[in-house]
């Protein structure tokens, strides 16, 4: 079973950054594609980020406007999630999850995706 643990969250300004790790454990993460996903509070769950299996192939949502940065390292079963320029419309739980026996991003559908992280909150605000 795939357990999934995100961390980096926290109380940033606008302009400021953040970088998000979701670590794996359990299993490898070399075999998963991993989405990073967030929710404000009376929102809906949305994608942000998403990279396949081996990191060679990456897709981004539209609200991250070339801001955010998804990069793994297998070596350390780690996905990282660089937030540059951060808003106050950033503000949210972050998730990391991943589906089974997918090896490229295909979406940001959440029930498509089989393992969550507990989700770390992040608040961009001065």
């Known amino acids: 079973q795939l357990q999934l643990v995100e961390s980096g969250g926290g109380l940033v300004q606008p302009g400021g950054s953040l970088r998000l790790s979701c670590s794996g454990s359990?299993?490898?993460?070399?075999?998963?594609?991993i989405a990073w996903f967030r929710q404000a509070p009376g929102k809906e769950r949305e994608g942000v980020a998403c990279?396949?299996?081996?990191?060679?192939?990456?897709n981004y949502a539209d609200p991250t406007e070339d801001r955010f940065t998804i990069s793994r390292d297998n070596a350390k079963n780690t996905v990282f999630l660089q937030m540059d320029s951060l808003k106050p419309e950033d503000t949210a739980v972050y998730y990391c999850?991943?589906?089974?026996?997918?090896?490229?991003?295909?979406?940001?559908?959440?029930?498509?995706?089989?393992?969550w992280g507990q989700g770390t909150q992040v608040t961009v605000s001065s």
């Open positions: 999850a991943a589906p089974r026996g997918k090896y490229y991003c295909a979406g940001y559908v959440p029930q498509n995706y089989d393992y």
């Open positions: 359990g299993l490898s993460l070399d075999y998963y594609v």
């Open positions: 990279i396949s299996s081996t990191g060679g192939s990456k």
